[in-house]
């Protein structure tokens, strides 16, 4: 069992190891100074290993002596993908089409600003998977309000389970959203909402059970899905044929002339839904999958440089696909008003001319009506090329959503339950809500819940990045690869800048909302919001080693009877 305890006014994590006839035995045969838990399905013999997503781990080619090899880099290329599936969910895609409709090409920059912060967490989440081999939400179980902790550290422990169960509900409402409008679009209205959210139940349950046949089969099929995407909105970005020149300045003049609240919302709005909580959780479990000797000190560090590049790779092409969005919004219809979309839409003799008022408003769009204006302005092979996109968007996230379910559920609770129940579960807590809407609700509202949405996933932030820099900067845990000075101060720095970023957001949601109720019910729970976010803060510094914080572990605790190692001692590797 792991303790955290302070003695000789510093804070350790202890353990008791095996014991052979009264002398401690310890063992130096990993990296990391913890192991993953060994657990094996309920109710199933106990040699049975309990896996999700692992059925196979990818081998590691080892004939390879060059300082940079493809073959290498082809191995560990896969979770990386995955992972940025999250950057092109469909919340993302509406964040990127508003902002190219309200700003123009002047928010570009701070859409590269937020995917680079993007990976850079995303380096975090995959070095502690590869050096500890166990998931942000396994650590967490195992690290934090454990004892000494009060008895009582299981509330917390599921108070942090459910936020960041929240974080994930909200995404895969909006990547079922996407999915249900885009099949509303492809089948102009024949399709119902509701129809749609059905459907992406069950093709999510039959793709979910693609990685029976093989690891690498599944990784390749959601690479299949980033092609579609990549494809869909590239052809909406060749038609338009965007000003290159705007472009560029747009994404490296980190400025907005003219931009007024409007615009500085949608900024924040774009680092909202740029990074999410759970793509953390995800990510730390996903680098799993590959077959790496923890103890070999080589071995890690090479995992960790080819995950890196595999991670920028990926979200260098997500970056693109955002762009083309964005770009495609700004030079069509950046301010554009309600009249003129009217007018080209009578001329095209679309359905949906009842969408935009007779009215020099400036237009709104969001998924569903970025569809219908591109078929207006550009025929309907644009609107059902961006359904297209907008459904490879909602299916692949869907799924991603589901493995980030499951992995903390699995971390937090510790829950070892079979493939089909897990499944089953994650989908109908996302499902359910998002269903009830699509039978009461029409389109417009359906689409105008995303704002609450990334609000929800924006609040959740700090139960991610507060844990990730903790835990990747402790030597205890990480031994070599732990964060550096500069590491420790620059990621607490964007931590902070993120997490201010999205509470303004959430604080402009909430003013919006025009009601005293609102408003009372809103400050009570951030009072509990903050409470609990300070509460985690301080175990995560009494972690990091700041013993003064820690009032209930004194030395007095410490049973002289009681063997412990110190794990801060640097085991030896295997070169």
């Not at 049975?48 to 300082?67: A, G, L, R």
């Not at 999250?86 to 700003?103: F, T, V």
């Not at 550096?484 to 604080?507: D, E, H, P, S, T």
């Amino acid at each position: 069992m792991w303790h955290f305890l302070v003695e000789d006014g510093k804070c350790c994590l202890l353990e008791e190891p095996p014991q052979e006839n009264g002398v401690i035995q310890s063992t130096q045969d990993q990296h990391s100074s913890i192991s993953p838990p060994t657990s094996t399905v309920s109710g199933a013999p106990d040699d049975e290993p309990f896996s999700t997503y692992f059925e196979e781990k990818v081998p590691i080619p080892v004939d390879v002596t060059q300082m940079f090899s493809f073959r290498k880099l082809w191995a560990f290329t896969g979770p990386g993908f995955l992972m940025s599936i999250a950057y092109l969910d469909p919340g993302n895609i509406e964040s990127d089409l508003q902002s190219g409709a309200k700003a123009g090409f002047k928010l570009l920059w701070v859409l590269l600003g937020a995917t680079i912060i993007g990976l850079l967490l995303q380096r975090l989440a995959a070095r502690l998977g590869v050096v500890t081999g166990m998931h942000l939400a396994e650590v967490c179980n195992l690290l934090l309000f454990t004892p000494p902790s009060p008895p009582h550290s299981q509330v917390p422990r599921i108070i942090l389970w459910l936020m960041v169960e929240l974080a994930i509900i909200g995404s895969d409402m909006q990547e079922v959203i996407g999915c249900a409008i885009a099949f509303n679009l492809l089948s102009v209205g024949r399709i119902p909402l509701w129809g749609g959210v059905l459907i992406t139940i069950i093709d999510t349950f039959v793709f979910l059970f693609l990685d029976k046949y093989g690891l690498r089969k599944l990784e390749a099929f959601f690479g299949f899905l980033i092609t579609i995407m990549a494809v869909s909105f590239g052809y909406e970005y060749v038609m338009v044929r965007p000003d290159q020149g705007e472009l560029l300045k747009g994404m490296f003049l980190p400025y907005c002339e003219g931009c007024g609240p409007a615009q500085m919302e949608q900024a924040v709005g774009i680092v909202g839904a740029v990074i999410m909580p759970h793509n953390i959780y995800l990510h730390s479990a996903l680098v799993k999958s590959r077959s790496i000797d923890r103890g070999n000190k080589k071995e890690v560090k090479e995992a960790n440089k080819y995950y890196f590049i595999e991670s920028t790779i990926a979200l260098f092409i997500s970056f693109l696909i955002n762009v083309f969005v964005v770009a495609v919004f700004a030079e069509a219809f950046y301010e554009r008003t309600n009249i003129e979309v009217n007018a080209m839409c009578n001329a095209s003799d679309s359905p949906h001319t009842d969408l935009f008022p007779l009215d020099n408003s400036r237009l709104q769009v969001d998924i569903y009506k970025g569809g219908v204006v591109l078929g207006c302005f550009f025929g309907p092979v644009a609107l059902y090329i961006w359904a297209i996109g907008i459904l490879a968007a909602g299916q692949s996230s869907t799924m991603t959503g589901t493995y980030s379910g499951q992995f903390v559920m699995e971390g937090f609770l510790n829950l070892r339950w079979s493939r089909f129940a897990r499944v089953l579960l994650t989908r109908s807590i996302a499902i359910f809500p998002t269903l009830l809407v699509a039978i009461f609700q029409d389109v417009q509202h359906l689409t105008g819940m995303n704002d609450f949405l990334n609000v929800l996933q924006s609040m959740q932030l700090p139960f991610a990045l507060i844990p990730i820099l903790t835990f990747t900067s402790l030597t205890s845990i990480m031994n070599d690869f732990a964060n550096g000075l500069v590491w420790k101060i620059g990621g607490g720095v964007v931590i902070l800048v993120v997490c201010a970023i999205n509470m303004y957001f959430v604080v402009v949601y909430v003013t919006s909302l025009s009601s005293v109720a609102l408003y009372v019910l809103a400050g009570l729970l951030c009072i509990a919001y903050l409470c609990f976010v300070g509460y985690l803060a301080w175990h995560c510094l009494i972690a990091l080693g700041v013993s003064c914080l820690d009032v209930s572990c004194l030395p007095s605790r410490v049973s002289n009877n009681r063997p412990s190692v110190l794990i801060e001692e640097q085991p030896e590797y295997d070169t």
